[in-house]
């Protein structure tokens, strides 16, 4: 089986790899149509995170399942099913509570991007479509597995409801599906900040009613002018930076919701500022779990076409390129034909 | 007018001072007959906030109207009130978000540790009670301005709800009347962390159900313990340290509340670790404006009793020694006798 795999910074390779067994009685071996890359993959590709030794990449999939392990009870050979980033047991009390991606026995999935994965704890991690989908759907049941689920966890954290207005930092793929969520959700005027045409141009597909293109402070200044000097209700914060999240509770109105999805890297938080802001601040990584059952059910009877922010298309075997085009932010979001 | 006025560090001192007139229209001139000392003057008296020039303390207050601007309409002379440290107007879109603290026209009220106060934006900052008090509800009354109302947004902050268990990080006065509030809301346990003895009994007495004595990782562990590894649903943080402010988010489970009204004295948020913490974190100064109804309603009726926190009584001419008492820790609060 051939896989991706990191070397160092901004250097990925298709290699052979070993396919995946079960070696958990839990575990499940399932067949990947489509796989991609992640914004966070990102942070490892340009070196910015701390890195060891060469590994194997990728934490979004679905596909059909090849094999269960003899403890897998729900989870039948098969099935098309999509599971999280993290796998998680479904049971334990952080799971019930709806933190799946906190649960007490998770434990990262990784290798995605490859033909065939690997998930442990497949009953509780993965959820099948109602049948086998036709092929068109696959890109938008692939985004469930982390960026869709991640922004809808931020629309969510964020508190977003309808007639509220909300605003978007980060015109990434989890930005955009950010304001698709806020939409979905009933936001009346949803503010996406983007200086990036093509991304405008989803965005307001997707829902936004208007668009910021200045960031920082002057992004801020614009967004209090669009709301008579008082914040947006709800922010998501889709970027993970100290600029990115400074932004986002400067944007917030007092007692607004700040709902922060990306992965901080060198945010300082002012205590003095944030508490007299008077936000909610919620976020973390997205129980992508949780939202599984009705993100499917919206993508199956096509309420939501999540799938568009694959704007690169690629086989398998162009990995590299895939990575390199967003680094370089010429395309949004790669999806990967193994 | 006699008033309390600080100098410098731990020197605080009574002095003439000119009673306060009418300087707008729309201020409120009131007659206190108690005043008191606040856990958050101490900052100011340790000479731990910058300090710049002799200033008269005090910002909680309640008393009997003397005279009003004429533009003063719903408040009357004569009438018996509660106003919040933060004067508001009340009508701003933050006042009306119910976070009148973060109103647009907010103005800090000062010099309350005296006979005679100036309120600004009268009618949009003061509530008066059904008719004149009888004395021994006083001291209730008096704590609604500030320390009730902020360990009620503590509670509230932190999403106390009927069968959920809360946890106490600070045993001030802040602190446990958090205790109190969290019970009020419905809290089926409550920790309540402290080592003083006096302390914890007023604690149990206002509704605690367990007392943590241990600190730091040690507190966290033990609430880790009582609460079978998952931490509490609830955490108000009423203190405003760094070590506090950890004591609280590492004891809340993930999806979790974490209620601070501390006003944040050196506290670094790791920002990796808070966003894998999978809190929900909100406070900030208290909007004490939007609980005064319900909180005066509930001291009228004798519901509660949050006056117990003041367990040294003084003439207002011994200020000097009700601020060395609480600092030296032998008083939780000090009410004050003009």
């Known amino acids: 089986m051939r896989g991706a795999v990191l070397y160092g910074p901004r250097d990925v390779r298709l290699e052979e790899r070993e396919a995946p067994k079960i070696i958990e009685p839990t575990d499940a071996i399932i067949r990947l149509p489509a796989t991609c890359v992640c914004g966070s993959d990102l942070w490892d590709y340009r070196g910015i995170d701390p890195f060891t030794q060469p590994t194997p990449m990728g934490h979004e999939y679905c596909g059909i399942v090849e094999e269960v392990g003899r403890a897998v009870t729900t989870i039948k050979r098969g099935q098309f099913v999509i599971g999280s980033f993290f ?34 704890l497949a009953d509780g991690t993965l959820v099948a479509t109602p049948d086998p989908p036709s092929d068109d759907l696959i890109p938008s049941l692939l985004t469930l597995s982390d960026v869709m689920g991640t922004g809808w966890f931020a629309a969510e954290a964020a508190n977003v409801k309808p007639g509220t207005t909300s605003a978007v930092v980060g015109d990434g793929a989890v930005g955009l599906l950010g304001v698709l969520s806020a939409r979905q959700m009933g936001a009346e005027r949803i503010i996406a900040m983007s200086r990036h045409e093509p991304r405008q141009k989803l965005a307001r597909e997707f829902g936004a009613t208007d668009i910021v293109t200045e960031r920082g402070d002057d992004g801020v200044a614009r967004i209090q002018e669009l709301t008579d000097g008082i914040g947006a209700d709800s922010v998501l914060e889709c970027v993970g930076t100290h600029e990115s999240m400074m932004q986002a509770i400067r944007s917030t109105r007092p007692g607004g919701f700040v709902g922060y999805v990306g992965v901080p890297h060198g945010v300082e938080l002012d205590t003095h500022e944030l508490f007299f802001a008077h936000v909610h601040l919620h976020g973390g990584p997205a129980p992508v779990r949780r939202f599984l059952p009705e993100l499917i059910d919206l993508v199956w009877n096509r309420k939501i076409n999540p799938g568009k922010v694959f704007d690169l298309t690629l086989p398998l075997e162009n990995v590299a390129e895939g990575y390199r085009a967003m680094d370089e932010r010429r395309a949004i979001k790669t999806l990967l034909r193994p």
Chains 1, 2 share one sequence.
């Open 87 to 120: 796998a998680s047991d479904n049971t334990c009390p952080n799971c019930q509570a709806g933190y799946q991606s906190s649960c007490q026995h998770r434990e990262l999935v990784g290798g995605a991007q490859a033909g065939m994965l690997r998930v442990p």
